[in-house]
């Protein structure tokens, strides 16, 4: 089976960073966007990052700036650095690939089980 697994969230002052990673295992022919979403209580998922296949991103409008993603394709993980934390970047992070997987011919997406950001002073 494939498998997205999320690391790195934690509890973190205001101003501070975290550096979370995604890291997807199985048998994968080829990942193409990998990305980041987050989910804060009472409020809808909605996208932070996203990184495609060739290194091109898209940021939220309330990350742009503060929150940075990368990925290394041989390690097949992506990364998620957040600088400059806000009280409202509190959320469950949660990891997103859209890739191929060996023998089977259609793109799929996941999604990881999401790590805990709780930005707090």
């Known amino acids: 089976q494939v498998q997205l697994v999320e690391s790195g969230g934690g509890l973190v002052q205001p101003g501070g960073s975290l550096r979370l990673s995604c890291a997807a295992s199985?048998?994968?022919?080829?990942?193409?966007?990998m990305g980041w979403y987050r989910q804060a209580p009472g409020k809808q998922r909605e996208l932070v990052a996203i990184?495609?296949?060739?290194?091109?991103?898209n940021y939220a409008d309330s990350v742009k700036g503060r929150f940075t993603v990368s990925r290394d394709n041989g390690k097949r993980t992506v990364y998620l650095e957040m600088n400059s934390l806000k009280t409202e970047d509190t959320a469950v992070y949660y990891c997103?690939?859209?890739?191929?997987?060996?023998?089977?011919?259609?793109?799929?997406?996941?999604w990881g089980q999401g790590t805990q950001v709780t930005v707090s002073s």
């Open positions: 997103n690939a859209d890739l191929i997987r060996v023998g089977i011919l259609s793109e799929l997406h996941y």
């Open positions: 199985g048998s994968i022919l080829s990942i193409n966007n």
């Open positions: 990184i495609t296949s060739g290194g091109n991103t």
